[in-house]
């Protein structure tokens, strides 16, 4: 199992700055990977942004050019520095264990809500 926990969130002004943090622990060997994904009411859960454990990165295309995913030096823990937040920000964000084998399942942390007022 892989525990997730995630910190950061809270309420900024439009055109500010956020950094959320995760800290996985556990069987790390299940996950190859780790990123954030956000979900408001009525919508699907969509990526916001992942790196694997190589170093790839990819992003949500609303995203791009503001948010910027990194791990940290222990590499159990991911960083998502977010600027130029707009009210359309506004989500829960949710910490996710991508699995490393095809028969394995996904991880999610309890989700930290963000929220961005205008």
């Known amino acids: 199992q892989v525990q997730l926990v995630e910190s950061g969130g809270g309420l900024v002004q439009a055109g500010g700055s956020m950094r959320l943090s995760c800290t996985a622990s556990?069987?790390?060997?299940?996950?190859?990977?780790m990123g954030w994904y956000r979900q408001t009411p009525g919508k699907l859960r969509e990526l916001v942004a992942s790196i694997a454990n190589d170093g790839t990165t990819k992003y949500g295309d609303s995203v791009k050019g503001r948010f910027a995913i990194s791990r940290g030096n222990d590499e159990n823990t991911v960083y998502l520095q977010m600027d130029s937040l707009r009210p359309e920000d506004t989500a829960v964000y949710y910490c996710?264990?991508?699995?490393?084998?095809?028969?394995?399942?996904?991880?999610w942390g309890p989700g930290t809500q963000v929220t961005v007022s205008s």
């Open positions: 556990g069987d790390m060997f299940m996950i190859d990977g």
């Open positions: 996710h264990g991508h699995p490393a084998y095809a028969d394995s399942r996904d991880y």
